[in-house]
Nanobody, 125 residues
C-alpha cells in the first residue's frame, strides 16, 4: 500500500520559513519523481518543484527558484521542501505526489499516480 504523508505546514509571517516533509512508503523503485504541488483557494493546482529519486536532479517553477529548496533523505524515504522568504501568495495547501518517470522539464504534466493528503501553509501577518 502506497502512502505519501505530508507534514510541516502552518502559519508563518511574510519573510519567514517553513520546511515541509513528504514521507513515502510502499513505492516501487520505478517511481522516480517526487513532486510538490500547491493549490490556493479558488485557483488551479500548480507545480512547485520535483526531485529525482534516482540521481537527485531537481526542478523548480520560476516562483520557487531562489526561495525554495527540494531535497531527499533516502534512509528516511522522505522528501523535503525548504521554503524561505515566504510571501502571502505562497498561501496554499501543499501536496506531494509521485510519478513513474524520470524528471525532466515537462514534469508538471506527468501523470501522478499517488498523492498525499496535503498540508496547509498560510503566510500572513
Amino acid at each position: 500500500q502506497v502512502q505519501l504523508v505530508e507534514s510541516g505546514g502552518g502559519l508563518v509571517q511574510p519573510g519567514g520559513s517553513l520546511r515541509l516533509s513528504c514521507a513515502a512508503s510502499g513505492l516501487t523503485l520505478d517511481y522516480n519523481t517526487i513532486a510538490w504541488f500547491r493549490q490556493a483557494p479558488g485557483k488551479e493546482r500548480e507545480g512547485v518543484s520535483c526531485i529525482s529519486m534516482s540521481d537527485g536532479s531537481t526542478y523548480y517553477v520560476d516562483s520557487a527558484k531562489g526561495r525554495f529548496t527540494i531535497s531527499r533523505d533516502d534512509t528516511a524515504n522522505t522528501v523535503y521542501l525548504q521554503m524561505n522568504s515566504l510571501k502571502p501568495e505562497d498561501t496554499a495547501v501543499y501536496y506531494c505526489a509521485s510519478a513513474r518517470y524520470e524528471p525532466r522539464n515537462s514534469w508538471i504534466y506527468f501523470p501522478y499516480d499517488y498523492w498525499g493528503q496535503g498540508t496547509q501553509v498560510t503566510v500572513s501577518s
